[in-house]
């Protein structure tokens, strides 16, 4: 009975503390919000009908990375390992039912979430990822992706219709955040147009930004937080402690702006640091600072000229936050958990397309594509955090 006892008494303290993490994590962004609420920010409704039912009983597994080319047409990579599925998600590879399958991991939809291609997966001549993620589209349509599995140490490039172009890194190799040869779990992947330079968020094993050129995959320079030397030793984060001066990992994204700095992710320390593509230091801000699984999963810019405000995929706290670029605060948010049109499970990555429209792809059990129409810059006094639908569609 005294164990039983003290096992309540704790869960209690657990339960109260985590609900005021929240609480007070909450409160700190309603009221940056409520100090802003004359600005004009933009503001998107979710399209419950993006995509179009897929054919072939096709089903999505875990939807890990998401790119938009030049004719916005919509590239998502997904996980189609068996284990990432019940059985009865695929009980027809199995005969025990007419639905479903997976479909391939690399699927292209047109702006309207038509299926315009799908292909990938193991082939001759290159080693697929043990866990793919990441895509990345280069400007001439090459489609990159990264993985991270366990022995995911390279990058796979190939064209938009699944021709296999080139292995950059060797797969199978250790962890090490100063190789020049090859690579650790690479998260994210990013262009550079300034440069003809590739990104690499490197990643869930390493634990630095790495680059790359995007014509021939030639390693070019690497940086840890802060500009340091990365290292390989692991460091934790901890809401209100001195922050780290590695990156805590993983490091989930690594995206320039038209302006010259690279944004980049350190998901597990809650934080955004900006670098020169020399990986000099420039600055870093916090997002939701109290989550304590990480809060900064991917990063995508507005459309217009000035790149004026980031989006933050936050799979943690199942919402996109919308932050001024320049100052890096968060302005207003969207999203929450669930699986309505508009909700997320583990909203995994994000991107902007010419429209300024967002797409995100959620992972986990989440495992769907959604897409966000913009509605323009609207005082921030009008915006609404939550499921974002039409205001004349919720009670």
């Known amino acids: 009975m005294q164990i039983t006892t003290k096992r309540i008494i704790y869960s209690a303290v657990a339960?109260?503390?985590?609900?005021?993490?929240?609480?007070?994590?909450?409160?700190?962004?309603?009221?940056?919000?409520a100090a802003n609420n004359d600005r004009l920010a933009p503001q998107f409704i979710v399209d419950p009908y993006w995509p179009q039912?897929?054919?072939?009983q096709w089903v999505l597994g875990r939807a890990i990375g998401v790119g938009v080319d030049e004719r916005d047409h919509v590239y998502i990579v997904h996980r189609t390992q068996d284990s990432n599925f019940m059985n009865q998600e695929i009980a027809l590879n199995s005969g025990r039912a007419e639905c479903c399958t997976q479909a391939p991991p690399i699927i292209e939809f047109d702006s309207e979430g038509n299926l315009i291609n799908a292909w990938g997966g193991?082939?001759?001549?290159?080693?697929?990822?043990?866990?793919?993620?990441?895509?990345?589209?280069?400007?001439?349509?090459?489609?990159?992706?990264?993985?991270?599995?366990g022995g995911d140490s390279h990058v796979l490039v190939f064209t938009r219709d699944g021709t296999f172009v080139r292995e950059i890194g060797i797969p199978g190799e250790d962890i090490n955040s100063n190789s020049q040869t090859s690579y650790g779990r690479v998260a994210e992947i990013a262009f550079y147009p300034a440069a003809n330079e590739m990104y690499f968020a490197d990643g869930y094993?390493?634990?630095?930004?790495a680059v790359v050129d995007a014509s021939t995959g030639a390693f070019k320079r690497y940086w840890g937080a802060y500009g340091n030397r990365p290292s390989d030793d692991r460091v934790t984060y901890t809401p209100g402690e001195t922050l780290p001066q590695q990156f805590v990992g993983p490091v989930h994204c690594a995206e320039p702006s038209l302006d010259d700095l690279i944004y980049v992710c350190d998901r597990g320390a809650d934080r955004i640091q900006v670098f020169r593509p020399d990986g000099?230091?420039?600055?870093?801000?916090?997002?939701?600072?109290?989550?304590?699984?990480?809060?900064t999963w991917?990063?995508?810019?507005?459309?217009?000229a000035d790149q004026e405000f980031i989006f933050v995929a936050d799979g943690s706290n199942m919402k996109v936050h919308i932050l001024d670029r320049d100052s890096l605060e968060v302005l207003s948010?969207?999203?929450?958990?669930?699986?309505?049109?508009?909700?997320?499970?583990?909203?995994?990555?994000?991107?902007?397309?010419?429209?300024?429209d967002l797409y995100t792809t959620e992972t986990y059990e989440g495992k769907r594509v959604q897409k966000f129409l913009n509605q323009g810059l609207l005082p921030l006094s009008?915006?609404?955090?939550?499921?974002?639908w039409p205001a004349n569609e919720l009670n």
Request: cysteine-free.
């Open 15 to 33: 339960i109260t503390l985590l609900l005021s993490l929240g609480f007070g994590q909450s409160r700190l962004q309603d009221n940056a919000i």
């Open 53 to 56: 039912p897929l054919p072939n």
């Open 280 to 295: 000099t230091f420039v600055k870093e801000a916090l997002v939701a600072p109290l989550t304590l699984s990480g809060s």
């Open 333 to 356: 948010t969207f999203g929450q958990g669930g699986r309505q049109p508009g909700t997320f499970f583990a909203p995994h990555s994000i991107v902007s397309d010419s429209k300024g």
């Open 298 to 304: 991917d990063i995508t810019f507005s459309r217009d």
């Open 205 to 209: 094993g390493n634990k630095r930004v």
């Open 382 to 388: 009008t915006a609404r955090s939550g499921a974002p």
């Open 122 to 149: 193991p082939g001759e001549g290159y080693t697929w990822p043990e866990s793919n993620h990441g895509l990345e589209i280069a400007p001439n349509g090459d489609i990159w992706i990264g993985g991270n599995g």
